[in-house]
């Protein structure tokens, strides 16, 4: 998959929550259109990460954007974490094969490998779960390693998170509109759910 940048990426700005892992939505949303002098009536499309990353945190943005498209039928996009990655790693200057790393938790990342170049970025392989081990046989000569956190384990690795801006700059080259229903987090583990055991009942003492 190729990604290429709007004409006029001048047009794009963002909004940066700096305050912590919990974050209030809809005043960031407020915020950005007062600033951007746009009411919610004239927005068309919504664009929202779907990861892999902070599970509770995409939940929220897929809730949000389900709930606008109910109240306004707008068009909704949805892109993932390694294309944001991917794309801000080329607005950075990166080129050549380029991993993107992801803590997937339980000793396990999130992999995929890209070729990054002076105009666009190129998908190599797509998104995988990787051991430690794994990663680590990937960054071998002149190939690149870039993620949020990576430096905690491979320390020649560069720090790249996924921006909003550059979200707006995917979005504004796609047409793949989804139906807010449908949308899901990445997320390329099973979901398992583990049984509570029954309470235990504490004998009164006579």
Not at 76 to 94: D, F, H, K, N
Request: aromatic share 6%.
């Amino acid at each position: 998959m190729e990604a290429n940048p709007p004409a006029n990426p001048a047009t794009l700005s963002e909004i940066v929550e700096v305050e912590g892992r919990i974050t209030n939505a809809l005043p960031l949303v407020e915020q950005s259109l007062r600033e951007a002098g746009v009411e919610r009536e004239q927005i068309d499309c919504l664009a929202i990460g779907i990861g892999p990353g902070s599970y509770a945190g995409i939940r929220s943005a897929i809730a949000l954007a389900q709930g606008w498209q109910l109240a306004r039928e707008i068009k909704l996009l949805a892109i993932s974490s390694v294309e944001c990655i991917a794309e801000q790693a080329r607005l950075l200057g990166l080129r050549g094969r380029t991993h993107i790393v992801i803590d997937a938790q339980r000793n396990e990342f999130y992999v995929a490998t890209y070729e990054v170049a002076e105009t666009r970025v190129q998908n190599l392989s797509p998104l995988a779960l990787a051991t430690l081990a794994e990663v680590q046989a990937c960054s071998v000569g002149s190939e690149s390693i870039v993620g949020p956190e990576v430096k905690q384990w491979f320390p020649l690795g560069q720090i790249v998170f996924p921006r909003a801006g550059v979200l707006g700059r995917l979005a504004a080259c796609r047409s793949d509109f989804v139906c807010g229903e449908k949308i899901e987090p990445i997320y390329l583990r099973e979901t398992s759910f583990v049984k509570a055991p029954t309470p235990r009942v504490i004998p009164e003492i006579g």
